[in-house]
């Protein structure tokens, strides 16, 4: 079962442009993480959002947590060939074993290429 | 501070072989887990472990065996290698931290690039 649905899939834009990607989920989540992960690389951490309604700002990223905490928005403004990666949002779930063990449950991502 | 460290980087084994993937974290964290990734279907839990002398079994764990060897060191296990397995694999380790309230964040390893023939 996927908890969280990602949209656009991939995404390929001229450097300078803005854009946003969507982190969609029936499921409410105690918060949600963004991660990027660049070729041959493992994911890394970006941001958590843990307040309905919160905004968080990485110099030209802006991260959105929806007001009911099941979804969330990342906006890039004037995108640049370095923000090329695979943007993967991620919520807490309980774990498969019923033990209510921490664990995380990801998306499938957005493929983002910024062309020079 | 090397965060999590895997090795092999790359691998490939022909069908039926076995091979143990292994990783390492210097964060002193508790939790530690095993995921592997392929096109389209986004990164799956195959086993994690809450804490040291611990493992649990995620999302795919058919063909995979794991030990917490201690608590900076959690290893997979590939008994009998089929093409299905062939991935990428990735280890991450977790803490829940505290920004106000209670978040969970994994960081991850590099990851093993696997092809079984």
């Known amino acids: 079962t996927q908890l969280l649905e990602q949209s656009p899939q991939f995404l390929s834009i001229q450097e300078g442009e803005n854009l946003t990607v969507y982190c969609n989920s029936s499921?409410?989540?105690?918060?949600l993480q963004w991660y990027r992960q660049e070729p041959g690389e493992g994911p890394v951490l970006l941001v958590t959002?843990?307040?309905?309604?919160e905004v968080k700002k990485l110099k030209r990223l802006t991260f959105q947590f929806g007001d009911a905490r099941k979804d969330s928005s990342l906006h890039i403004t004037a995108a640049q060939p370095g923000d090329t990666g695979l943007y993967l949002c991620?919520?807490?779930?309980?774990?498969?074993?019923?033990?209510?063990?921490?664990?995380?449950?990801f998306g499938k991502g957005t493929h983002l290429i910024i062309q020079p | 501070n090397a965060g999590v460290t895997q090795t092999p980087k790359f691998q490939v084994l022909k069908t039926g072989q076995s091979m143990t993937l292994q990783c390492a974290q210097d964060?002193?964290?508790?939790?530690m887990y095993w995921y592997r990734q392929d096109p389209g279907m986004g990164l799956r839990l195959i086993y994690y472990?809450?804490?040291?002398?611990?493992?649990d079994k995620g999302e795919v764990p058919n063909g995979y065996n794991v030990s917490r060897l201690n608590k900076r060191e959690f290893s997979l296990r590939l008994e009998s290698a089929a093409p299905s397995q062939t991935s990428v694999y990735f280890c991450?380790?977790?803490?829940?931290?505290?920004?106000?309230?209670?978040?969970?964040?994994?960081?991850f390893g590099p990851g093993t690039r696997l092809t079984v023939t």
């Open positions: 959002v843990v307040t309905g309604g």
């Open positions: 472990s809450a804490s040291e002398g611990t493992t």
């Open positions: 499921s409410v989540f105690s918060s």
């Open positions: 991450a380790s977790s803490e829940w931290v505290t920004s106000g309230s209670e978040v969970y964040e994994q960081y």
């Open positions: 964060m002193n964290h508790n939790s």
């Open positions: 991620a919520g807490e779930i309980f774990m498969y074993s019923g033990g209510g063990a921490d664990g995380l449950t």
